[in-house]
C-alpha cells in the first residue's frame, strides 16, 4: 500500500512538471517507476474522424517496467500499428488510421498544454499476473480520464499477441467513447 502511495505521488510531480495532472497506475515491475520520468512516444497514430471526436492518438509510458529500455520504443511502435490496424478493421466506426512518427511528440516540453481532437494514451505493465494496462485521456485534468483498464497476459511469452489484446481493448474503449460521445469521466 506503501509503494502504491509513493509511484501515485511521484506520477503526480512528474505529471505536474510535464503540463497534466494525471494518475499513476499501480505496478509492480522491476524497475522502480517512481525513479524515471514518463517516457512520450514518438509514434502517432493519425486518425480521420468523421464525427471530428479526435485526430491523433500518441501514447505515454508511465510504467512499462517489464520491457528493456532499448526496447520501449519498438513497442510503441508495434502497438501503434495494432491500434491504427484495429481502428480501421472497425466498419462501424469507419476511420482511417495511419501510423507515423513525429520526434516532437517524444520530447516532454511538447505536452506541456493538452490539444483538443487529441487522445492519450498512458500505458504500464505488471506482474503477477502478466498484465498490460492503459488509462485514454481527453485532456490533462482527472475530468479528462474516460478509460483505464488492464488486459491479462494471454501467453506470457508472446508479447506480439499481448500487444494485439492491449490494441483491441483501447480501440474498444474508444469505440464505447464515441458511440456514447463521451470523452470525459463523467457522462
Same mark, same amino acid.
Given at each position: 500500500m506503501l509503494r502504491c502511495s509513493?509511484?501515485?505521488?511521484?506520477?503526480?510531480?512528474?505529471?505536474?512538471?510535464? &503540463?497534466?495532472?494525471?494518475?499513476?497506475?499501480?505496478?509492480? &515491475?522491476?524497475?522502480?517507476?517512481?525513479?524515471?520520468?514518463?517516457?512520450?512516444? &514518438?509514434?502517432v497514430v493519425q486518425v480521420e474522424d468523421p464525427l471530428a471526436s479526435f485526430d491523433a492518438i500518441s501514447f505515454k509510458d508511465v510504467g512499462l517496467m517489464s520491457i528493456a529500455p532499448v526496447d520501449r520504443d519498438r513497442v510503441h511502435e508495434q502497438l501503434a500499428q495494432a491500434l491504427a490496424t484495429e481502428l480501421a478493421d472497425d466498419a462501424p466506426m469507419s476511420l482511417s488510421a495511419e501510423v507515423h512518427y513525429d520526434?516532437?511528440?517524444?520530447?516532454?516540453?511538447?505536452?506541456?498544454?493538452?490539444?483538443?481532437?487529441?487522445?492519450?494514451?498512458?500505458?504500464?505493465? &505488471?506482474?503477477?499476473?502478466e498484465r498490460f494496462g492503459y488509462s485514454l485521456w481527453s485532456g490533462c485534468s482527472e475530468e479528462g480520464r474516460f478509460a483505464w483498464h488492464e488486459v491479462l497476459s494471454e501467453d506470457e511469452a508472446d508479447r506480439s499477441t499481448m500487444l494485439h489484446s492491449l490494441a483491441r481493448s483501447i480501440a474498444g474503449s474508444i469505440k464505447k467513447a464515441r458511440k456514447t460521445g463521451c470523452f470525459t469521466r463523467h457522462c
Open positions: 509513493a509511484l501515485i505521488a511521484a506520477a503526480a510531480v512528474l505529471s505536474i512538471a510535464a &503540463g497534466c495532472t494525471r494518475s499513476a497506475p499501480m505496478t509492480d &515491475g522491476s524497475e522502480d517507476a517512481s525513479s524515471r520520468a514518463p517516457l512520450y512516444s &514518438g509514434w520526434l516532437a511528440m517524444s520530447l516532454p516540453e511538447t505536452h506541456l498544454a493538452c490539444a483538443g481532437g487529441h487522445i492519450y494514451v498512458d500505458l504500464w505493465d &505488471g506482474s503477477n499476473p
